[in-house]
């Protein structure tokens, strides 16, 4: 059964956050006739507005001064303590740091399932919710199910999802009791909040790399940076960059005769795919590459391929990268 | 493998993870800089590793021959110099624990087992060679003292031990319990000795060959670690250990390279084909390759099993080791530079550090020649 | 300090190439492929063995599996701890993550009185990341995951996570469940020693039956929530998708790749 669905809300700063109307696009996707109710955790604060005209039936408020910072055991309490309250038949949470951290806990306070990092959701022939999540460092993608528990709980990867706005329905907003959490000691406590700025990772340790090879004009090099920046990545080049004068050190030059990487991310600019490179990034993780010649070696080893111009991409990108 | 159990295996592993993680970031360093892998021995020494070769009775692990064998096995799989270090440790404190100076071996010995410091031995000269006939640097008792002059070279670790183990002639004449040769330890810093000339190898860049000067270098009789008359057949009775060390060492050798090139070959595109796939002449080369090697593991792993058992009557295999395995792991060595063509002969892509270590097995803990004259002797 | 370190044994990472979908069945074929101490759980194992060394007390490595994990078990000894508890029993295979942390949960109750759980945040073949603070439910106890960094004295423990562009750190009271990330400290490499010392430590294997108040409702494949309906060969090969369009379109598509990708 598939009637009602939970989305929970994750609020950044005031706002929703967009992994919420991506499980709202492919909720009413795959069930258009589901009740969807959005839930919300927080203090007084709530952006309860917004949630009303996201396209959801109903808005749930959970409010406790308890869970105004956030705190796991707070946060799990709350999610578990109005999921069983209200008995949906399924809940959806973003598998973001705080949703990966509260929806496994909530799902053992509810003694139901939770498919974990789910990348693709549907309806099974049964009616029940169908999940396809990675495994093995997504060698392979697995078909879940929760056949006989309440509600069916799966985290949901942000981003995978469209965002498709939706129409608002006048929904209903509910304020939850979580009295229950006034007597709860947590064993948890917030001492510090450092914002933090990332330093230059070490190009062997990152887990993303922004690479750069000679079809990336020299003008463009600093828009790499930026965009590695962005990303929270280092900056890799190939071996040419360094003889060409155009890197100063070989500390992060990429290949046989420099580094071996494997980050989980290899985003590659202007680089053709000499055997020498492509032996020191072989094994990274998901490999993009923008070349502006269709037949470049580097896309035989390369996940998606934009041919493109290098420096035109990276200005697009560096705009489509909030 | 037939030698190989749980343990072993646990083992093995670790020292994989130690070469991979420890003395590969060094190898660029020993290579460009001629840095010598003092850190790495002291991580090893921590972590009961060199501990392998030492007798329990000294607080030691053993000596577990099929161990160490295993270790500079995987040591010698990342850099035959380093692999080799750890085996002249070995050697360095052979002597001191056979003669069994208690004192000397809790000043040299035990530290050098926990890797705290470095010993070396010197025997060669630049007359003569290692002929102990033809020795010129003397030793004399002069006021209860010992008294060194001369000089020694290809002194492996020169400069950078702590304890040097100086084989002297015995200056003439001299009375029992003196015999023609006086074996002393020199610690570094002493009055009277120089370290001289460090050479410029082909090979084994993070070990330093070098020169010693004795003049009139006093140490105290304390550090007379033995003396006695020496002939030739006690240098020999003394080869199978460090020999079958060198031996396992060169195994790994032949085998780091070996791994490296088939890598590069099913990697390496011709076509739509590796060129390992796309060539029968190159799979069989590496298929010869591979016998060469597993040959070499067998002899390596027999000697060390027999001497795990108690049974040190290995001298001619043990010996073949060193000999067959700087052999095999220079010709492996050679073989997987022409398999991987150009990409083969670029010194940043690493395939030509392993040949020009190889070829300081040939000569470094005696030469093969002396060692095959040695199995010659034997079989008179 | 009475520390609990839970570990899976898990097919190696580096051999994933290997593992393959039988086509017919549909099921995992993982011939060839070695069992290992799943990699983040040897952090778990690294962030014990400092506390012991810090504060003193013991370090026991708890895992459920199969009797031949026993071997990978050993391996964890080596690395300094001191005894290890295998749970083992038929009724207890294709647990979800729900099952194997109440079926955990009902073996650190049974061995009790320890002042600290930790384990590696993600398996590295499952990687859903549950089990730190399912644990945590089950034993009633304050539970946090996704740690960076770890200081802890008889107090209780500091525990640093990243959360929404910044480091968080918060205090945790013990008895707690912790959940560490690879960035919480760097492994060191077991000792000679320890791999020797490590054949002549207790090892004990704890069935369903010696589990207390074990709900057998909630154990092993019947027990588990989740079920898996099957697998099937996920296209993270080198396909070569063309992203097309005009360059705005294709940094567009990019950005979707990269958000579904990067996103745990």
């Not at chain 1, 669905?5 to 700063?13: G, M, R, S, T, Y």
């Not at chain 1, 960059?241 to 600019?269: C, N, Q």
């Amino acid at each position: 059964m598939l009637n009602t669905i939970w989305i929970l809300a994750e609020v950044n700063d005031g706002a929703v956050a967009s992994s919420y109307y991506e499980m709202l696009t492919k909720a009413r996707a795959i069930k258009p006739e589901a009740k969807i109710t959005a839930l919300c955790l927080g203090g007084d604060n709530l952006p309860v507005d917004e949630l009303k005209g996201s396209g959801a039936d109903e808005v749930v408020c959970a409010r406790h001064a308890k869970l105004e910072s956030y705190d796991p055991m707070y946060c799990t309490a709350a999610l578990a303590g109005v999921i069983a309250a209200y008995d949906p038949d399924a809940v959806l949470v973003a598998a973001s740091a705080k949703g990966s951290e509260i929806a496994p806990g909530a799902a053992a306070r509810l003694r139901t399932g939770l498919a974990a990092h789910c990348t693709e959701l549907g309806v099974r022939p049964d009616g029940d919710l169908a999940m396809i999540a990675p495994a093995f460092g997504g060698k392979l993608m697995g078909e879940y199910y929760i056949p006989n528990t309440r509600p069916q709980m799966a985290s949901v990867k942000p981003g995978v999802f469209d965002r498709v706005p939706q129409e608002p329905r006048g929904a209903a907003v509910v304020e939850a009791d979580v009295s229950f959490l006034d007597g709860m000691s947590s064993g948890v406590e917030l001492v510090e909040r450092k914002v933090s700025e990332a330093a230059d990772l070490p190009v062997d340790k990152a887990e993303s790399v922004v690479c750069v090879g000679l079809g990336v004009a020299e003008e463009n090099i600093e828009k790499a940076r930026a965009l590695a920046k962005k990303l929270g990545a280092a900056l890799g080049y190939t071996r040419p960059m360094v003889d060409m004068g155009y890197m100063s050190d070989e500390s992060a030059m990429i290949g046989t005769s420099g580094k071996t990487i494997k980050p989980k991310l290899y985003i590659g600019f202007g680089i053709s795919g000499s055997n020498q490179h492509v032996c020191g990034m072989k094994d990274s993780g998901l490999v993009i590459s923008v070349n502006n010649n269709p037949k470049a070696e580097i896309f035989n080893v390369s996940d998606y391929k934009l041919v493109a111009d290098s420096g035109k991409m990276l200005d697009e990108l560096l705009k489509a990268i909030s | 493998m037939w030698y190989m159990n749980e343990e072993r295996e646990q083992l093995a592993k670790m020292a994989h993870d130690f070469a991979e993680s420890e003395i590969r970031p060094f190898v660029r360093e020993m290579e460009e800089h001629d840095a010598f892998p003092t850190e790495i021995i002291r991580k090893a020494g921590e972590l009961g590793l060199i501990a392998l070769m030492f007798p329990e009775q000294i607080g030691g692990m053993g000596p577990k021959w099929v161990e160490s064998g295993l270790m500079l096995e995987e040591f010698g799989k990342v850099s035959n110099c380093v692999a080799n270090a750890f085996a002249s440790i070995h050697a360095g404190c052979a002597l001191i624990l056979q003669t069994g100076n208690a004192d000397l071996i809790q000043k040299v010995v035990i530290p050098a087992m926990m890797g705290t410091v470095v010993t070396a031995s010197a025997q060669s000269e630049p007359t003569g060679g290692t002929r102990l006939d033809d020795f010129t640097c003397t030793a004399s008792v002069e006021n209860s003292e010992i008294v060194i002059n001369g000089g020694k070279i290809f002194c492996t670790n020169a400069g950078h031990a702590d304890y040097y183990t100086i084989n002297c002639k015995t200056k003439e004449p001299y009375a029992a319990p003196f015999g023609n040769h006086t074996l002393v330890l020199v610690e570094k810093d002493t009055p009277g000795f120089k370290v001289g000339h460090i050479e410029n190898k082909i090979g084994w860049h993070g070990s330093s060959t070098g020169q010693l000067y004795f003049n009139n270098c006093r140490v105290p009789m304390s550090n007379i670690i033995a003396t006695f008359d020496m002939d030739e057949k006690m240098v020999a009775a003394g080869a199978f250990s460090v020999s079958i060390l060198m031996g396992a060492a060169a195994l790994g050798t032949a085998e780091g390279v070996f791994e490296k090139a088939l890598a590069y070959a099913k990697e390496r595109k011709h076509g739509d084909e590796s060129i390992y796939d796309k060539y029968q002449a190159m799979r069989h080369r590496f298929a010869e390759l591979k016998m060469e090697i597993e040959l070499l593991r067998g002899l390596v792993y027999g000697v060390l099993a027999d001497l795990d058992n108690g049974n040190y009557n290995v001298n001619i295999p043990a010996v073949a080791a060193k000999v067959k395995g700087a052999e095999i792991c220079e010709h492996v060595a050679s073989e997987c530079i022409a398999l991987c063509g150009g990409n083969g002969t670029i010194v940043e892509n690493d395939f030509e550090r392993y040949l020009r270590d190889a070829k300081m097995n040939c000569t470094a803990g005696m030469s093969v020649h002396h060692l095959t004259d040695m199995i010659a002797d034997w079989l008179r | 300090m009475k520390i609990a370190v839970c570990v899976k044994v898990a097919p190696n990472p580096d051999q994933y190439d290997l593992i393959r979908l039988d086509p017919e069945t549909k099921t995992l074929v993982r011939e060839g492929v070695d069992s290992v101490i799943s990699s983040t759980d040897l952090h778990a194992i690294e962030a014990a063995m400092q506390i012991k060394e810090k504060l003193g007390g013991t370090v026991t490595l708890i895992s459920m599996g199969p009797a031949s994990n026993d071997k990978q078990l050993r391996e964890g000894l080596s690395y300094g701890c001191d005894d290890a508890v295998l749970v083992s029993d038929r009724k207890l295979g294709g647990a979800d993550a729900l099952a194997t942390s109440y079926t955990l949960a009902k073996a650190v109750e049974k061995l009790g009185g320890f002042d600290l759980v930790l384990l590696g945040n993600s398996s590295d073949d499952g990687s859903t990341a549950h089990v730190p603070s399912q644990l945590g439910e089950w034993l009633n106890l304050p539970h946090i995951t996704d740690v960076i960094s770890l200081e802890v004295s008889e107090g209780g423990a500091l525990v640093s996570k990243e959360l929404d562009g910044g480091v968080n750190t918060y205090k945790i009271t013990l008895p707690a469940v912790i959940g560490v990330t690879k960035r919480v400290n760097k492994v060191r490499h077991p000792s000679v020693m320890g791999i020797f010392s490590a054949k002549k430590k207790p090892m004990a294997t704890l069935t369903a039956a010696d589990l207390d108040n074990l709900d057998e409702s909630r154990i092993g494949l019947a027990g588990s929530p989740t079920q898996a309906e099957g697998y099937h060969e996920a296209s993270f090969g080198r396909e070569c998708v063309e992203i097309e369009g005009s360059e705005a379109e294709q940094a567009a598509e990019v950005v979707r790749v990269l958000n579904s990708y990067l996103k745990h």
